[in-house]
């Protein structure tokens, strides 16, 4: 009798520790993961954007910001994920540095004061990307509309005037808002 109820611990035993493992390995599985960021298309790019917010979200205590506006963003500075500082630098939203000590890319018509910052993953780039957001002075009316319920992305992109010298920055990422919605269904 006791090498039966010995046997039967024994199986217990293992059949909780593979049912342990087998739903720990699962739990691994559905957190969030930083995208490979290969792609061939658009909706492919956006994505992965999306996966990295997903990303950044799960493990760095930050506010969320409108998903449309960053998806916007990402794909006009980085000319949806083709531009050289894309590529070669990670940097997703054409995050300026004026520490050139730290990893950065000199753009063409740079007269040395400023590099666009060098990131290990895209998804650093989304990160500061939020940081900038919500610490940056220039951005304050930004956080002011966010935290009153504002999440209207062509209403918020008024206030992020300070992101770009373009002057047709507006406009152009109002018509990458509406491409969104009309062809990719995001909002």
């Avoid at 293992?14 to 960021?37: I, N, V």
Wanted: charged fraction near 25%; proline fraction near 3%.
């Amino acid at each position: 009798m006791t090498k039966v109820r010995t046997l039967m611990l024994m199986f217990i035993i293992a059949f909780c520790g593979a049912t342990w493992t087998h739903y720990k390995s699962m739990a691994e599985d559905s957190l969030p993961q930083r995208p490979d960021f290969e792609f061939s298309s658009n909706k492919q790019f956006l994505n992965n954007v999306k996966q990295c917010v997903d990303y950044v979200y799960f493990y760095n205590d930050v506010e969320e910001v409108n998903l449309e506006l960053l998806l916007a963003q990402a794909a006009l500075e980085s000319g949806w994920g083709n531009s050289r500082f894309a590529k070669e630098g990670n940097n997703l939203f054409g995050i300026r540095t004026y520490d050139l000590k730290e990893p950065h890319m000199l753009p063409s018509n740079n007269p040395k004061k400023w590099g666009v910052k060098v990131y290990n993953h895209e998804c650093d780039s989304v990160l500061n990307y939020i940081t900038i957001l919500y610490t940056g002075g220039a951005y304050k009316k930004y956080r002011e509309l966010i935290e009153s319920g504002e999440t209207d992305p062509y209403v918020l992109i008024e206030t992020l005037g300070a992101y770009a010298a373009d002057k047709n920055y507006f406009s152009k990422i109002k018509s990458i808002l509406t491409k969104l919605r009309k062809e990719y269904k995001i909002k």
